[in-house]
């Protein structure tokens, strides 16, 4: 079965602290991984998927085939990066258009 | 001002009445989606629909209902045999031209259950 695990609801660090939120998959052939936010009061959003390779706000992610993971991660977390991170799944070719979710993990940043 | 909308913002409703809640698009996107955001569990997908006239059951289409008559509308309509509506719905939209698409999410609508 297809599914995406954040295996974290809840992560609290301190501003200037590294950040890596964890994502693992479950599916068989070769998947497109997305990483979406959501800022307070603000829309679900995009933030980075694999296949650009990109860099946004300081944060990457790799994936890790042999682990199947694509965790997020960012060297030195800024107190606006606090938002709920949701990794997203979509499997191979995009025929159906669908993204498969995880539970999501809320990021808190202190001062 | 470009985007989705959804409509209403906030909805109540008794127990055994049906409810629609709207979206809208004019973005020009041949996808359209509903998911059901709960705490804990995520975004879960309801229905969707890749081209007018046409939709697909998600994970959890019971006691849901939608229409896709126009590209850029996808009303979802919340009926009595759902057995715990109150949640947040949140509506998206994507190209379909190529593969791995953004999908780009409406406000939501924050439905509860009187």
């Known amino acids: 079965a297809q599914r995406v695990t954040q295996p974290e609801k809840l992560l609290s660090v301190f501003k200037g602290a590294p950040v890596e939120l964890k994502c693992n998959y479950s599916y068989s052939g070769s998947p497109e991984l997305f990483w979406y936010v959501q800022y307070s009061r603000q829309r679900l959003q995009l933030l980075l998927r694999h296949i650009s390779r990109e860099s946004i706000k300081g944060f990457t992610a790799d994936l890790n085939k042999g682990e199947t993971s694509f965790h997020l991660k960012k060297p030195f977390a800024q107190e606006e990066d606090s938002a709920m991170y949701y990794c997203a799944l979509e499997p191979y070719g995009g025929a159906t258009n669908k993204l498969i979710f995880g539970t999501g993990t809320l990021l808190a940043v202190q001062p | 001002d470009g985007g989705i909308t959804q409509s209403p913002k906030y909805l109540f409703r008794k127990e055994g009445q049906n409810v629609t809640l709207s979206c809208e698009q004019n973005?020009?996107?041949?996808?359209m989606y509903w998911y059901r955001q709960d705490p804990g569990q995520g975004l879960r997908l309801i229905y969707y629909?890749?081209?007018?006239?046409?939709?697909q059951k998600g994970d959890i289409a019971e006691g849901y209902s939608v229409s896709r008559e126009k590209k850029e509308s996808f009303p979802l309509t919340v009926t009595s045999a759902q057995k715990n509506p109150t949640a947040f719905y949140l509506c998206?939209?994507?190209?379909?031209?190529?593969?791995?698409?953004?999908?780009?999410f409406g406000p939501g609508t924050r439905l509860t259950v009187l």
């Open positions: 973005l020009n996107h041949d996808a």
């Open positions: 998206a939209s994507r190209l379909t031209s190529g593969a791995y698409n953004e999908q780009f």
């Open positions: 629909s890749q081209i007018v006239n046409d939709f």
